[in-house]
């Protein structure tokens, strides 16, 4: 009775072990993956910003906060000042299709007349593209990412 009882022990014993050994597995395992998955999202972070500052910032300035008269004055050649990028202006009320076309092919995309500052970059690549939109979104406010997320049609 008492060795039967031992090997009942036993028993439950393994197969407890079992299933924490089997968890944990389970678990580093969910921990790679999202390792993996966020050093993809820096890296594209990286990029963006690094084509950022050498694209746009001269403009829309190294913190994206814009020129300083972006809303109440022109430049003097009469166009507009760049607005910030950083969720402070309006360029989260634009789709992200709409800010690619911005970005890639600039306002003359949406208006054939635009002749201002905000022009093309067709050097860029696709990826290039989505990766500077990456970091200009990593740079809103929690809440306007929120709200930017929750908008299906703009
Ligand atoms: C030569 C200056 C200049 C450069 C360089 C420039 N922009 Fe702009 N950008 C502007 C101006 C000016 C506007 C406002 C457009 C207007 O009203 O004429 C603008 C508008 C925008 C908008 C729309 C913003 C909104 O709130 O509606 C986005 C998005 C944008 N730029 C992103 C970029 C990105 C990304 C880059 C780099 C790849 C870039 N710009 C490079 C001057 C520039």
């Not at 790679?32 to 403009?59: M, P, Q, R, W």
């Not at 634009?94 to 306002?107: A, D, F, P, V």
């Amino acid at each position: 009775m008492k060795k039967l009882l031992i090997l009942l022990v036993i028993i439950i014993l393994s197969i407890v072990s079992y299933f924490i050994f089997f968890h944990s597995k389970n678990s580093t395992e969910e921990v790679n993956i999202s390792n993996v998955s966020l050093d993809e999202v820096s890296a594209k972070l990286e990029l963006g910003k690094a084509l950022y500052y050498t694209h746009c910032a001269s403009c829309h300035g190294d913190n994206l906060q814009g020129q300083p008269k972006w809303k109440t004055s022109l430049d003097e050649d009469g166009h507009n000042y760049a607005p910030p990028l950083n969720g402070t202006g309006h360029t989260w009320h634009h789709s992200e299709e709409q800010l690619y076309n911005i970005i890639r092919y600039g306002l003359k995309f949406y208006n054939e007349n635009y002749e201002g500052k905000m022009q093309g970059n067709d050097k860029l690549s696709d990826e290039d593209v989505w990766s500077i939109l990456a970091y200009i979104k990593s740079v809103w406010p929690e809440s306007i990412q929120k709200k930017y997320k929750t908008m299906t049609k703009h």
